[in-house]
């Protein structure tokens, strides 16, 4: 009768331990710190395509810039430290975890003891020499601690957010990966196209002062038309190389964010002309952020296992119970085998710990614990912020940037036809050769214009993809 009711008795001890209250305060997410909707300024023409529900093979068109964005997402180092980090915080949460449940240890042990027997004595027998040895297997728990207050779930909680967090961070981290990369190969082909044109403005001002040469010699111009063709050589040769320089940087950068060189031969490229991004992405709304934004969702999860803590900061003010006991089976032979009457069990100690004078360090604890949270509210509500920041800028961008486009594209053409023009009336000896020298000069600067606006406009539409949860999938 005793053992059952000491067995019930110990049941009804880790249910509450297991199922007892909890002292961290009700998670509420706070209040959407923007405003509502997108400011009207970025919303004509916008589209209707989910970001989210666009895979990044489906978005991005370019076969090479495909294959690095492969080999990025396979052999960048800073997203296999981000994955280690998801490891890391794993094994931590299953260690705080397991505090929810009762070590068990298996135990066993053979004792041999030897002495002098009195049996006999008075009955004509001599006492003799005995040896006794015994057998003893059994299981143990020491120091459980009984949950009552939710102490060990709250830690084993947080343990589990941050956890969370950190898978958050790595998908936070692929997609920011997958930009970098993208925004490096625009980049690089731009320099492309850039130093594409340059030499062939290098190579058509070479031929431009071959002629000034010989028509100095001719006496038909002077030596200040030929030195301002010479310097028209010397600025188109200065820019060529500057952009030179640019593109290996730029190559280098590649380079670090893909991993290393892929070996493989990689696909051709396209021109930035045809890279062919979708410019209709639907926005949405600010409050979908909130649940595809990974960089959102990690502040959250880092938000509420500050909660969490302040649960287990205050449960550290009650008594904290352990409960120590054992059960296992005792015999003089080792072959003879277990049996109901070699049982043995004892339940207890159970020990409580109540502080009475810490001089105020579970006081400070569970100030730090609400000073933390406070922390991570406004790390969460930032976080917000700078999402529909970084949503509203690309709106904006992806509407002016077309108009600008298109701008430089007549802009570009208009000044072929100037400089056209202006040979021709030096030619014909209406103009001096500075006219010739400003309209070439702006020719120049109206071509590489327009690839840095091309750029632009591409980036933008990768980055208002990316800012809105895209990438996510392949």
């Not at 975890?97 to 070590?103: F, M, Q, S, V």
């Amino acid at each position: 009768m005793t053992e059952g009711l000491c067995r019930r008795a110990a049941s009804w001890l880790l249910i509450a331990a297991l199922t007892g209250c909890t002292m961290a305060p009700t998670y509420h997410r706070p209040d959407l710190p923007t405003a509502s909707v997108y400011p009207a300024e970025g919303q004509p023409g916008q589209g209707s395509v989910k970001a989210t529900t666009l895979g990044w093979r489906s978005f991005f068109q370019d076969p090479r810039l495909k294959a690095l964005i492969a080999a990025a997402l396979r052999n960048n180092r800073d997203l296999k430290a981000a994955v280690a980090r998801i490891e890391e915080a794993r094994g931590q949460y299953r260690v705080q975890r397991a505090d929810l449940l009762p070590e068990v240890d298996a135990t066993g042990s053979a004792v041999k003891s030897h002495g002098q027997s009195s049996y006999g004595a008075g009955t004509g027998t001599g006492a003799g020499a005995t040896t006794l040895t015994r057998y003893e297997a059994g299981a143990s728990v020491t120091n459980f601690e009984l949950d009552f207050w939710g102490r060990v779930r709250s830690l084993s909680k947080a343990a589990r957010l941050n956890y969370l967090a950190t898978v958050e961070a790595e998908r936070a981290f692929r997609i920011s990966l997958i930009a970098d990369v993208a925004s490096a190969y625009l980049s690089l082909q731009a320099a492309d196209e850039r130093i594409s044109r340059a030499e062939a403005t290098v190579e058509s001002r070479k031929q431009g002062l071959d002629i000034a040469e010989l028509r100095r010699k001719a006496g038909v111009t002077s030596a200040l038309d030929y030195r301002q063709a010479e310097t028209l050589l010397t600025q188109a040769q200065t820019e060529l190389a500057s952009l030179r320089r640019s593109r290996a940087t730029l190559a280098n950068q590649l380079d670090v964010l893909v991993g290393g060189p892929i070996g493989a031969p990689l696909p051709n490229g396209l021109p930035l002309a045809k890279q062919g991004l979708t410019g209709e992405l639907g926005a949405g709304l600010p409050s979908d952020l909130l649940l595809n934004r990974p960089d959102i969702m990690e502040a959250e999860d880092q938000l509420r296992a500050a909660n969490a803590n302040i649960g287990a900061a205050r449960a550290a003010f009650f008594p904290r119970i352990t409960l120590t006991g054992s059960a296992g089976y005792q015999s003089t032979e080792l072959a003879q085998g277990v049996g109901t009457d070699g049982l043995t069990w004892s339940l207890g100690p159970a020990s409580a710990t109540l502080p009475i004078f810490d001089f105020g360090r579970n006081q400070g604890n569970l100030d730090a614990a609400k000073a933390r949270k406070t922390i991570a509210v406004a790390d969460y509500e930032k976080a917000i912020q700078d999402a529909f920041r970084e949503v509203a800028d690309a709106l904006a961008a992806r509407r002016y940037l077309a108009d600008q486009v298109e701008a430089q594209e007549r802009a570009l053409a208009a000044q072929r036809e100037s400089a056209e023009l202006a040979q021709l009336r030096y030619r014909n000896g209406v103009s001096s050769y500075l006219e010739v020298l400003d309209a070439e000069r702006n020719l120049f600067d109206a071509e590489q214009s327009l690839v840095e606006d091309r750029r632009s406009q591409l980036d933008n539409l990768v980055t208002l993809y990316v800012a809105l949860g895209g990438g996510l999938t392949e």
